[in-house]
């Protein structure tokens, strides 16, 4: 059974960070594209970063390039969001995804995505 388990969500303050972990479990990532997605009340689920299977190759959504990084460790399965400068609209709850599929790139569509995480939620104080 695949499990994707995310951790490291919490309160912040404006400003400050946070460092996301996605461990998979059940089979492997490697040479498969990861992705962070997230969702804020009312509003749709929304890619935030992805990293394509080699950790070679990274995207991010406009409104966090430069204050958030993702990375991979494939000898660990596992994927990291770290968060810099959070402001109070990054709140929401988020989500790590796995492709099961090898492919180049980074994937941008939630679609193509067959596994998801349970989510953490991010809430960020002005």
């Known amino acids: 059974q695949v499990q994707l388990v995310e951790s490291g969500g919490g309160l912040v303050q404006a400003g400050g960070s946070l460092r996301l972990t996605c461990a998979a479990s059940?089979?492997?990532?490697?040479?498969?594209?990861m992705g962070w997605f997230r969702q804020a009340p009312g509003k749709e689920r929304e890619f935030v970063a992805g990293i394509n299977g080699s950790g070679g190759s990274t995207d991010y959504a406009d409104s966090v390039k430069g204050r958030f990084t993702v990375s991979r460790d494939n000898a660990k399965n596992t994927v990291y969001l770290q968060m810099n400068s959070l402001k109070p609209e990054d709140t929401a709850v988020y989500y790590c995804?796995?492709?099961?599929?090898?492919?180049?790139?980074?994937?941008?569509?939630?679609?193509?995505?067959?596994?998801w995480g349970q989510g953490t939620q991010v809430t960020v104080s002005s």
């Open positions: 995804a796995a492709d099961r599929t090898i492919r180049p790139g980074v994937q941008h569509d939630m679609r193509r995505y067959d596994y």
């Open positions: 059940g089979r492997t990532f490697d040479r498969k594209p």
